[in-house]
């Protein structure tokens, strides 16, 4: 009686196993690819954020919209809309249209926070400390409105009432964690971080996927010299049956 003879898998098919490890590794290189490119994105943004806001005097303007940093803690208070230092605050800049800027001042009421030009506070006679405070008062006089303003934290009012032409803009928005982040990455700590931290994940990547690479290829080449071997036990046993045929006959 003949033994049956097992056919040779032919070369295309791959185990289950073998798939499953496969699509594994396509996913794995798909989803860590997709996380690297949103944490160089988020990295690049940041870094283009931060210069920016140094390059423009630790403002960024965008869009009528004047951001600042809270560097001092002036503003905290028990309000709900006291200002923690180093919060981020979005400043509504005052309108350049004479009509416009009558409408915006006549607007503005008592508790509203606005920045401005404190030239209290300033060294030199052009270049005014920025201030962030809570009107408290507001006069109107025969060259426009004047604002007294103070600090949530301070016992008294500002030394003197606010001009509008010194009222930068008002604040209609702020946020601690926010500001707290962009106050980190304005730092060279920060800006050193978004630029190694990237390529630290690159470079980690990079190392997994040439262990990866090197695996699978040595799977392979095992792979090939496994199945070469089987080949040649199912070509020899193939002889040894026509051998054991001639004999019987």
Same mark, same amino acid.
């Given at each position: 009686?003949?033994?049956?003879v097992?056919?040779p ?8 196993a073998g ?11 798909v989803?860590s690819?997709?996380v ?12 283009i $954020?931060? !210069?920016?806001?140094?390059?423009? /005097?630790?403002?960024? +303007?965008?869009g &009528? ?15 709900e809309?006291s200002?923690?230092?180093r ?14 800027r ?6 503005l ?12 506070r300033?060294?030199?006679?052009d ?8 009107? $408290?008062? !507001?006069?109107e006089?025969?060259? /426009?409105?004047t604002? +007294?303003?103070? &600090? ?6 500002d030394?003197q009432p ?10 209609t928005?702020?946020n601690?964690g ?13 800006i050193v ?14 190392i997994?996927?040439?262990?990866r ?27 040894l049956?026509?051998l054991?045929?001639?004999e019987?006959?």
């Amino acid at each position: 009686m003949t033994a049956p003879v097992m056919a040779p898998m032919p070369a295309g098919d791959e185990p289950a196993a073998g798939r499953n490890k496969s699509g594994a590794a396509r996913v794995w290189s798909v989803v860590s690819g997709i996380v690297i490119a949103v944490v160089l994105v988020a990295a690049v943004a940041a870094l283009i $954020v931060a !210069i920016c806001y140094r390059a423009q /005097g630790e403002t960024l +303007t965008v869009g &009528g919209m004047q951001y600042r940093i809270v560097l001092t803690g002036s503003m905290e208070g028990d309000r709900e809309d006291s200002l923690r230092t180093r919060s981020i605050v979005g400043i509504q800049v005052a309108p350049e249209d004479e009509a416009q800027r009558q409408e915006f001042f006549a607007s503005l009421q008592v508790g509203d926070i606005i920045t401005f030009n404190d030239w209290t506070r300033t060294g030199t006679q052009d270049d005014p400390v920025v201030n962030t405070h809570r009107i $408290v008062e !507001i006069n109107e006089t025969e060259t /426009g409105f004047t604002f +007294t303003t103070q &600090g949530d934290a301070n016992d008294a009012p500002d030394a003197q009432p606010i001009g509008e032409d010194d009222v930068i803009g008002k604040v209609t928005w702020s946020n601690y964690g926010l500001g707290a982040f962009l106050y980190f990455l304005c730092s060279t700590t920060g800006i050193v971080v978004c630029l190694i931290v990237p390529a630290a994940l690159i470079l980690i990547y990079e190392i997994f996927n040439i262990a990866r690479i090197v695996r699978a290829d040595r799977h392979r080449k095992q792979q090939e010299e496994s199945d070469a071997r089987e080949r040649e036990i199912e070509r020899l046993r193939a002889e040894l049956e026509e051998l054991k045929r001639g004999e019987e006959k």
